[in-house]
Each structure stands twice: as structure tokens, then as C-alpha cells.
């Protein structure tokens, strides 16, 4: 299993405001840096172009995996503790 996979799969949502706050935060920067690697490749001349794509795969697959983080912790039922 990747790192992707074990990210993805966690299951023990956090469900602190401020914890949210920070994978919103971190979901974002993702996104951003997916989208600045997804122009580097568009832009990348024959000699980049295959290194450009390997960065935006990898820049899209963390997105991703922040993503589904974040929505395991946003939607996640609210525990009654103390």
C-alpha cells in the first residue's frame, strides 16, 4: 500500500474546529500547488516535459489525499465528550 492509500484510509477523524481549520489550510496549499504543476507541465518544453507531468501526479495524488482527509474530518459526527 502507497503512502496515498494509508492517507487516504485513515479512519480517526479529529474533530477539533481548529484541526479542521488546519486541513482546509493544508487541502488549499495542496490544490495550489496541483494547479502551479499542472501549468509547469502544460508550459514544459520537450526536454521537462516528462518530469513536469511525474511532479503534477504526484502534486494531484497529495490534493487528493488531503481531500479526502478533509471530508472524513468535516463530515464526521459530532462525539459527546465532557
Same mark, same amino acid.
Not at 490544490?31 to 509547469?40: I, K, Q, S
Not at 488531503?66 to 459526527?77: I, K, S, T
Given at each position: 500500500?502507497?503512502?496515498?492509500?494509508?492517507?487516504?484510509n485513515?479512519?480517526?477523524?479529529?474533530?477539533?474546529p481548529?484541526i479542521?481549520?488546519?486541513?482546509r %489550510?493544508?487541502? +488549499? #496549499?495542496a490544490?495550489? &500547488?496541483?494547479? $502551479? =504543476? /499542472?501549468? %509547469?507541465?502544460? +508550459? #514544459?518544453?520537450?526536454? &521537462?516535459?516528462? $518530469? =513536469? /507531468?511525474?511532479?503534477?501526479? +504526484? #502534486?494531484a495524488?497529495? &490534493?487528493?489525499?488531503? =481531500?479526502?482527509?478533509?471530508?472524513?474530518?468535516?463530515?464526521?459526527?459530532?462525539?459527546?465528550?465532557?
Amino acid at each position: 500500500m502507497n503512502t496515498h492509500d494509508l492517507i487516504a484510509n485513515l479512519d480517526i477523524p479529529d474533530l477539533r474546529p481548529e484541526i479542521r481549520d488546519d486541513l482546509r %489550510d493544508a487541502w +488549499a #496549499a495542496a490544490r495550489d &500547488e496541483a494547479l $502551479l =504543476a /499542472y501549468r %509547469d507541465w502544460c +508550459a #514544459a518544453g520537450d526536454n &521537462e516535459r516528462e $518530469l =513536469a /507531468y511525474h511532479a503534477y501526479v +504526484a #502534486a494531484a495524488d497529495r &490534493e487528493e489525499a488531503a =481531500a479526502a482527509h478533509l471530508q472524513r474530518n468535516v463530515q464526521a459526527p459530532t462525539l459527546p465528550f465532557g
